[in-house]
């Protein structure tokens, strides 16, 4: 990777260094039902960050003093496959992953009607295949459409994306060089038909009024990948009653 002086985060005419707008995603690719054995999959490209997702469950929970009488246990592992940055990465889960684990499962629990299945499991993994920036939004992303593809009653589909500071400008949907060189990193995920936050964090600065407008463009971006939600899982399914 450059230092900070070999690239132009923002470039004279505007443009981001990979040529996209300020308000605009990268390209974005979903796909549900990629793994039988799984009850629930996904797999979720947000231009070259690469995540997969599996949902088994709900299942009996063992060992069972663990359980809950009133609801299921959402359990959840995030984890960054050897081979998904430039420098291979240690296969033993680093603290980064534990947290970011937890801070995952907790955007998903608001989700999931997990009293319907008191004493039971439901077990989420999230494995990112290739990383470049926006890990944990994608991963949001995809166990949200894997969890949906298990049949698991939901609320609505939970949809993430991180807004950027680069070169004083608010950036939606950042990508490595941006997370690396940029002012600050918000990562946001919201329920966008009931319109509520299950995810925000800010690494770095923002006045209030930038951080307002940061929310709407989270909000702005998290609508476009909704829709694209609903339409993976439509062509998932549609495709299914054709065949049977």
Known sequence: MGKKADIKLIREDGLRHDGRKPDELRPIKMEVGVLNNANGSALVEFGKTKVLAAVYGPRELHPRHMSLPDRAVIRCRYHM??????ERKSPAPSRR????????REALEPVIFSELY?????????EVLQADGGTRTTGITAASLALADAGIPIRDLVAGVAVGKVDGVLVLDIDQVEDEFGEADMPVAMMPTLGRITLLQLNGVLTPEEFKEALRLAEKGIKEIYKLQREALRKRYVEVSLEE
Do not use: Y
């Open 118 to 126: 008191p004493r039971a499991t439901i077990d989420i993994f999230i």
């Open 97 to 104: 992953e534990i947290e970011l684990s937890k801070v995952i």
């Open 81 to 86: 496959a050897p081979f998904s940055t430039e």
